[in-house]
């Protein structure tokens, strides 16, 4: 009996290199496995939003990463296969650049800015971005949905932009607020820049909404302080909100009342016979 146990022993230690072997070749091939399933599911062209919507007129910009998982530095040239008329950029840390040299398992954050042509329609659009280096390339497929163009215009019902005010008195303009865009305008905000002591007031001072095509009347109220010297005074009014704006030039000729223009005669008149009171009494002496 004692002699079978010993024998057993001795198997037991004969094969135990072997297991120790098998158990380091298979924790081996199970790194390598998993390492190439990381490589396989981490592609090295990457963005962390694939499909952006925006106006025509606003820039579509994508954030992607390229990695170069190679075992040296490499230099990628890159592209965006965009349509006829559409503007395309890469920026690495704010620099555009067309190609770019990465490391060894290093990871470089590229900004894509994409601009497209005024006359786009509305609907989606495939971009396909390449990053090639030699022979090999990365890929990465991008979506633009555009929906519309923003647009705004500020004029006056008969497209007139002058007019006349007493000194001291105010005056109504009828503004006119035009969406010329194809997408729905919100929150539009008046404002005016008068000359010093003036003050433009707007009812209403803002639109809530504004549909493609539409207009809105705003009426201004311009105050002119008394005794303003009489001449031409430049208004600048404007409306805008996050997506559009647009501005325009009032021209406001000044005048000054029959009053002061009578108080200055008087005042001439009274001078004038000052002086000729004068003349009389010490002119003979």
Not at 38 to 47: D, E, Q, R, Y
Not at 173 to 196: F, M, R, Y
Not at 199 to 225: H, Q, Y
Request: proline share 5%.
């Amino acid at each position: 009996m004692l002699a079978s146990n010993n024998q057993h022993r001795r198997q037991i230690r004969l094969h135990l290199p072997s297991f120790l072997c098998f158990f380091l070749l298979a924790v081996s091939f199970t790194k390598q496995s998993g390492a190439q399933a990381n490589n396989h599911s981490s592609p090295p062209f990457t963005a962390r939003l694939i499909n952006i919507e925006a106006a025509t007129n606003t820039p579509f910009t994508y954030n992607t990463r390229l990695h170069n998982g190679a075992a040296v530095s490499r230099v990628y040239q890159l592209s965006a296969n965009v349509p006829p008329g559409w503007n395309a950029s890469f920026k690495v840390e704010g620099v555009q650049v067309t190609s770019l040299n990465i490391d060894s398992e290093k990871t470089q954050d590229i900004t894509l800015e994409i601009n497209p042509a005024i006359e786009t329609k509305p609907g989606k659009y495939n971009i396909p971005v390449l990053a090639v280096t030699g022979a090999d390339s990365a890929k990465l497929n991008l979506e633009a949905v555009v929906k519309g163009s923003y647009g705004v215009a500020l004029t006056t019902p008969t497209g007139r932009l002058s007019d006349e005010i007493t000194e001291g008195n105010r005056k109504e303009i009828h503004l006119l607020v035009k969406n010329t865009g194809t997408i729905a305008l919100e929150n539009l905000d008046l404002s005016g820049q008068a000359p010093p002591q003036w003050d433009a007031a707007f009812v209403p001072s803002t639109i809530t909404r504004l549909e493609p095509g539409k207009d809105a009347e705003v009426t201004a109220t311009l105050s002119v302080p008394d005794k303003t010297i009489a001449g031409d005074y430049v208004t600048n009014f404007s409306v805008k909100n996050t997506n559009a704006s647009s501005s325009a030039a009032f021209r406001m000729t000044v005048t000054t009342s029959v009053l002061t223009g009578w108080l200055g005669i008087l005042v001439i008149v009274v001078a004038l016979g000052a002086v000729y009171y004068l003349i009389r009494k010490y002119g003979r002496r």
